[in-house]
């Protein structure tokens, strides 16, 4: 009889060990920020099947999201129900269906498994809405950041979930860039790691891992191609038009690097850069650059503002 309840007891302890190793499926989401990438993400979650909240601090910005999810809805039906109108309408629908919109994040977060937050990129907000969530979610719950330059780590360490923490970082536009980034930290557990891959692949996307180092994987490499190609300009060794031209002929590439960084904004590159140069001071692929110090100073952000390194119209 002792021997059958030891047998029990240690049958019961594996199996609640093996429940509490099992993978969270994400199915409620709730993304933070009804921006560029928090209406893109919101997007392709929802057309997956997911239910989803949008939150963003007014009414009069969530309507101007969902305008451009279901804008980009239709664009994405006419490519992928060319021959079938009424499928594309149904998938509009239903999409549309899975998502909903608050202003209140406090309130929504008390039921979801992943909070998704693509606010601005300053660690003082983004680390005092993340302390404030920490609250109210439940246990269970994983925060991710979408940031594209900040480290994961330090947005985890204003929450008590460091392990239940990771970064998921999108590129622009969400519904159509197959990519998405999945940062872990020292601290986020294979658990959370392996949750967030598999919400990268259920959303449609491609995912690749990397650790919490500046700039991730891709920004990493891109933002001091972009700086280089600028410290070519400024020491006269070529043009502006002439290097893009170069880059797009002899590498390939859809866009010069000046045409991107207007693209970007020149005032998001300088961001990241100098966020990169505080950390590691000595290195030189992230030493500022006065001339787009000097752009940004002026309010010449690239194709936002209607000027950077070109002019548009």
Known sequence: ????????????????????????????????????????????????????????????????????????????????????PEAGAEFIEKTLKNLTTSTDAVAVVHSTDLVIEAIVENQEVKNELFKRLDKFAPEHTIFASNTSS?????????????DRFGGLHFFNPVPMMKLVEVIKTPMTSQKTFESLVDFSKAVGKSPVSCKDTPGFIVNRLLVP??????RLFERGDASKEDIDVAMKLGAGYPMGP?????????????????????????NPLFAPSPLLNKLVEEKKLGKKTGEGFYKYK
Do not use: C
């Open 1 to 84: 009889m002792a021997f059958a309840t030891r047998h029990f007891v240690r049958a019961a302890s594996s199996a609640a060990a093996t429940a509490a190793a099992k993978k969270l499926i994400v199915k409620h989401v709730t993304v933070i920020g009804g921006g560029l990438m928090g209406a893109g993400i919101a997007q392709v979650a929802a057309a997956s099947g997911h239910t989803v909240v949008l939150v963003d601090q007014s009414d009069e910005i969530l309507k101007k999201s969902t305008k451009g999810i279901e804008e980009s809805l239709k664009r994405v039906t006419k490519k992928k129900f060319a021959d079938k």
């Open 150 to 162: 900040l480290q994961i780590t330090q947005l985890a360490n204003s929450t008590t979930r460091q």
């Open 225 to 230: 191609y972009m700086m280089e190609a600028v």
């Open 258 to 282: 000046f045409e991107l960084l207007d693209y970007v904004g020149l005032d998001t590159s300088k961001y990241i850069i100098d966020g990169w140069h505080s950390l590691e001071p000595n």
